[in-house]
């Protein structure tokens, strides 16, 4: 994925969770508060189809309606946790469930085997796509810092 140097790429794994424990909406509030003021790098969606969708999902919310309170808001990430809380489903089964989801998801094969590649990861066993979208962040900057 090109990154622009005025550009930022959201390193926060999916992996990552704030106090509620959901993994991914860290990821998410990054990529919607930079994706609304034009600071997100390109290629990388600031509410895509993938994880970013899954969580919303999962989270019993509204897509549009967390966009539009990220971009007319512009909350912290506590701010908006306490949104996530207020209009969605976050009982600890359905965390639980999420997280589950997050952790558990795999690249088709193809995709895998191309992120693998494009990275010069010999481990034919990774295929999880936390690991692999994170490695791509990091394989991002080490481009950007080091030029590739």
């Known amino acids: 994925m090109?990154?622009?140097?005025?550009?930022?790429?959201?390193?926060?794994?999916?992996q990552t969770t704030g106090p509620l424990g959901a993994a991914h909406l860290p990821r998410l509030w990054t990529k919607l508060t930079l994706g609304n003021t034009d600071q997100?790098?390109?290629?990388?969606?600031?509410c895509g189809a993938g994880f970013d969708q899954m969580t919303i999902s999962n989270l019993?919310?509204?897509?549009?309606?967390?966009?539009?309170?990220?971009?007319?808001?512009?909350?912290?990430y506590v701010q908006?946790?306490?949104?996530?809380?207020?209009?969605?489903?976050?009982?600890p089964e359905t965390i639980?469930?999420?997280?589950?989801?997050?952790?558990?998801?795999?690249h088709s094969p193809e995709l895998a085997k191309d992120m693998r590649s494009s990275l010069g990861l010999k481990n034919e066993n990774v295929n999880?796509?936390?690991?692999?979208n994170s490695l791509d962040d990091l394989?991002?900057?080490?481009?950007?810092?080091h030029g590739g």
């Open 139 to 145: 394989h991002e900057l080490h481009k950007q810092v």
């Open 60 to 76: 019993g919310l509204d897509r549009e309606k967390v966009m539009e309170y990220v971009r007319t808001h512009k909350p912290t």
């Open 128 to 132: 999880d796509a936390v690991t692999l």
């Open 40 to 46: 997100l790098a390109e290629g990388w969606d600031h």
């Open 2 to 14: 090109p990154s622009t140097a005025n550009k930022q790429i959201p390193y926060i794994s999916s």
């Open 80 to 91: 908006f946790e306490e949104y996530v809380v207020a209009n969605g489903k976050t009982d």
């Open 96 to 106: 639980r469930k999420h997280n589950a989801s997050i952790h558990g998801y795999n």
